[in-house]
């Protein structure tokens, strides 16, 4: 049981060259035990401040000091340490007295029996072993209960600081979208931990048109949230000088890509509509298409095809490639924009969901009035009452 | 959860010896002189039966005896109670058999007939502090346990909330 790699080292005292002699070559020829033995009380204790022992041997009588005055001053020096004390026939009672007062591990009567002896000298190193794996443990625990006391204490403080940011976010994003014109705004969000990574947003600007986006910055929490703040002053930045789309998009990579760390990216599909005359001109960043339906049987439901590079990855210089295109609405159709969580959102279910199955779902729900047609389209993904693998983002835009 | 050094509760020690006058005296002395419940049996294959049904400490059991040799009694007590301190009692001739068992059904300590009180109570006081010792060591690493899956679950929290 002994822990250490080296052997157990047994501390042997007794004047008499005969004794320490005969122990010593019993335990060198039986044990694995390192013996050092001494004839004088006073230079053991002196090898004891040196040297860790794990077990005492004593003689009682001895011409400096006796066994129990060696014991009491060894105690000093090393505490732990199991004492056996030698003694004479006619000793033997001052041992047994003295078993409490020096809190003697055993003693042994000479002649001892060899079989006994490391009977004894085996229990006394497994106690000491067994007291110092106690002692670890005690220092473990120790060490365990003040880091997770920390811990407590600083997951505590990032609660705190993560439901600030939680407020913050919630208030960059529009707590209801007002319609405007002919068109009605429709829309849900499924953030998947306190803090999410995409943003939504309808910017009436001052002509009359307004500008959607649904963005989706690359990764979770903090830095993803912090993310959508930037998106969303950029929107608006572009919104309230008049611009959108493929310009808008290039415009928001020319400030992303020189910012924002490697590996992280924004999705994004922007559109903007004139109120009343139902063009339409939408523009893409690698965001998943978006769905044109129409709730009267008219066109056929389908994707709006755009490609586009994410933003943010590639410099200035290269971001060529946001398709740009205009469409005329008839009344009656609607637009469904979404991030790609929708797609992912049973992912960790082991199923993916291919766009164009996407298509087949919203086209069974068309008909549907717009807040009805979002909730049965998340609660068919699996949305709702379950932890998502990415955060869902629904925008329906209706044109009456 | 308080160690089993934070409340003192009465240690156990089980005898069996198929002689009542040995029974008789270890359980005298003990009951005079210690602390301890003392719980003595003269058949081995009740107190198998009693070790089934509460925990002891110390078990002391002689060698020779009807129904069933020490050894082999032991070997079954240690599959009931493994944690039980286990010390045989045996007569001079036996000795060299106790010396084999000693590994074998992991026998804390002989003890030989004749024996003096003094050298049992030694022996017992040290049994059952080994006997603590286990027991305090189980209880630690427990907390331990119990304080890393905190820790862990803490991490886990934290990294929810992060991703």
């Known amino acids: ?400 | 959860m308080p160690a089993a050094h934070d409340k003192p509760e009465r240690q156990v020690v089980m005898i069996i010896d198929d002689e009542p006058m040995v029974i008789q005296s270890i359980k005298n002395f003990l009951t005079l002189e210690t602390d301890y419940e003392v719980l003595a049996f003269t058949s081995p294959l009740e107190a198998l039966t009693a070790l089934q049904a509460r925990p002891v400490d110390v078990i002391i059991s002689d060698y020779l005896m009807p129904d069933l040799n020490g050894i082999d009694f032991f070997l079954r007590a240690k599959d009931i109670q493994p944690q039980a301190t286990r010390v045989l009692l045996t007569g001079y001739a036996d000795k060299e058999n106790a010396i084999k068992a000693i590994n074998d059904v992991g026998l804390y300590q002989y003890i030989e007939k004749p024996w003096e009180n003094e050298d049992l109570r030694l022996v017992i006081r040290n049994a059952i502090e080994k006997r603590q010792l286990l027991k305090r060591l189980e209880a630690k690493v427990a907390e331990l346990d119990q304080a890393s899956s905190d820790l862990k679950g803490l991490y886990a929290d934290l990294l929810r909330a992060f991703k």
């Open chain 1, 1 to 400: 049981m002994n822990s250490a790699a080296k052997p157990p080292t047994i501390l042997l005292v007794d004047d008499d060259a005969i004794v320490t002699s005969a122990i010593a070559n019993l335990l060198e020829l039986e044990t694995d035990y390192r013996v050092l033995s001494h004839h004088n009380p006073v230079q053991a204790l002196e090898l004891a401040r040196r040297e860790p022992v794990d077990v005492a041997i004593s003689d009682f009588l001895m011409p400096e000091m006796d066994g129990l005055q060696f014991f009491r001053e060894l105690a000093k020096v090393a505490p732990d340490v199991p004492r056996i004390l030698l003694t004479g026939y006619a000793d033997k009672e001052s041992a047994i007295a003295a078993i409490n007062e020096v809190n003697l591990y055993q003693y042994l009567e000479k002649p001892w029996d060899n079989d006994h002896l490391k009977m004894v000298l085996r229990n006394a190193i497994e106690h000491r072993t067994m007291r110092q794996h106690l002692g670890e443990r005690l220092r473990e625990l120790d060490l365990a209960l003040r880091d997770r006391e920390s811990l407590r204490q600083s997951a505590e403080r990032w609660e705190q600081e993560l439901a600030l940011a939680q407020q913050v976010q919630q208030s960059i994003l529009p707590r209801r979208l007002t319609d405007h014109g002919r068109f009605r705004f429709y829309h849900r969000y499924y953030p998947t931990g306190l803090l999410g990574g995409d943003y939504y947003d309808i910017a009436v600007r001052g002509d009359g048109q307004f500008n959607a986006i649904v963005a989706d910055v690359a990764g979770h929490g903090v830095p993803a949230s912090l993310g959508t703040m930037l998106v969303k002053v950029m929107f608006w930045e572009a919104s309230e000088r008049g611009q959108c789309c493929d310009k808008m998009l290039a415009e928001m990579n020319r400030r992303l890509a020189a910012f924002m760390p490697r590996h992280q990216f924004v999705t994004a599909f922007v559109l903007n509509a004139d109120g009343t005359s139902g063009a339409v001109t939408g523009a893409s960043a690698g965001g998943p298409h978006p769905i044109l339906m129409s709730r009267d049987n008219g066109a056929p439901t389908r994707l709006w095809v755009l490609n586009g590079l994410p933003l943010g990855v590639v410099p200035d210089s290269l971001y060529r490639g946001v398709e740009r295109e205009d469409i005329r609405l008839r009344p009656g159709e609607r637009i469904l924009l979404y991030t790609d969580g929708l797609l992912d959102s049973r992912i960790d279910l082991g199923e993916t969901f291919d766009p164009r199955e996407l298509v087949g779902l919203v086209d069974s729900l068309r008909q549907l009035d717009g807040e009805e047609l979002l909730e049965r389209l998340a609660a068919a993904r699996g949305v709702g009452g379950r932890a998502l693998p990415d955060d869902v983002n629904l925008l329906l835009i209706d044109y009456e």
